[in-house]
């Protein structure tokens, strides 16, 4: 079976030696994905606009991949404060409602920068 890796080009994918997304087949899985602009910087507002952008992010990768929002079928959502609830289903919803992909939602001590609440990763199948 043929694989493609595709990149953002963030220093955290060379540093660290992993890809945005990797293609198998029909099915695509984007890997741990952050609320990082353009320039690398993390996004202020709180929980609910970092799972935004993170998801702002894993639908580029997706569509770079040749997949979409729609073809994902497994969300993994790490957060900082599972107390904020409201602004992840909020964010998850505004993306997948239509969707309704097999979620699951932990609670994690910390992520890799102390700034970042959120990280998510996400397998597409293809179906089309």
Partial sequence: M???NY???????ENVGYSRAVR???TVRVAGTTATD???DIVD???YSQCRK???NIEDALENSGSGIEDVVRTRIYVTDVDELEGIAEAHSEFFDDVRPATTLVEVARLA???M???IDVTAVDTS
Avoid at 7 to 13: G, I, L, N, R, V
Wanted: charged share 45%; net charge negative.
């Fill in 117 to 119: 609440m959120v990280e």
């Fill in 113 to 115: 920068d102390h700034d």
């Fill in 45 to 47: 507002g709180g929980m």
């Fill in 7 to 13: 990149s953002s080009d963030t220093d955290w994918e």
């Fill in 54 to 56: 993170t998801l702002e």
């Fill in 24 to 26: 198998t087949g029909d």
């Fill in 38 to 40: 353009e320039d690398g």
């Fill in 2 to 4: 043929e694989r493609t």
